[in-house]
């Protein structure tokens, strides 16, 4: 079933409706979009579209009235083996996100961030040894 509605290309259209003002609809398609991102096909896809990991990483948000941050912190672990994605991320502040969403006992924060944080020391590792 989950292939099928990737295939009748409605991700992007859910990838849109994390965009809307109204914070229940953003919760929704975020929520559809985690479900969807467990079939591999579907996963690329999201990663093809340029505003997906912008806009998942807006809603990590730790603020009490945005309930869509456990379906954003989903999706985006899903992301992070891209290398790619994982710039985007940390370029949009999703580490300091991560931070917050982690005291927050937040199911996945503390993988994502660790995630973000190894690819982080791994260039700057590299960084030194160059020099």
Same mark, same amino acid.
Not at 44 to 57: C, F, G, H, M, P
């Given at each position: 079933?989950?292939?099928?509605?990737?295939?009748?290309?409605?991700?992007? #259209? @859910?990838?849109?409706?994390?965009?809307?003002? *109204? %914070?229940?609809?953003?919760?929704?398609?975020?929520?559809? $979009?985690? /479900?969807?991102?467990?079939?591999?096909?579907?996963?690329?896809?999201?990663?093809?579209?340029?505003?997906?990991?912008?806009?998942?990483?807006? #809603? @990590?948000?730790?603020?009490?009235?945005?309930? *869509? %941050?456990?379906?954003?912190?989903?999706?985006?672990?899903? $992301?992070? /083996?891209?290398?790619?994605?994982?710039?985007?991320?940390?370029?949009?502040?999703?580490?300091?996100?991560?931070?917050?969403?982690?005291?927050?006992?937040?199911?996945?924060?503390?993988?994502?961030?660790?995630?973000?944080?190894?690819?982080?020391?791994?260039?700057? $590792?590299?960084?030194?040894?160059?020099?």
């Amino acid at each position: 079933m989950k292939k099928l509605v990737g295939e009748s290309r409605c991700i992007p #259209l @859910l990838i849109k409706l994390l965009e809307v003002k *109204a %914070k229940e609809v953003r919760e929704v398609a975020a929520q559809a $979009l985690a /479900s969807l991102m467990t079939l591999g096909c579907n996963a690329r896809e999201v990663k093809q579209d340029a505003r997906s990991v912008t806009n998942l990483v807006q #809603l @990590l948000d730790p603020s009490a009235q945005n309930t *869509a %941050k456990k379906y954003a912190v989903c999706c985006l672990v899903g $992301l992070s /083996s891209c290398k790619k994605c994982r710039k985007v991320m940390t370029s949009y502040g999703a580490i300091g996100y991560l931070k917050k969403l982690m005291e927050m006992d937040i199911i996945g924060s503390k993988k994502l961030l660790e995630t973000l944080q190894r690819g982080k020391f791994r260039s700057l $590792l590299g960084k030194i040894v160059l020099v």
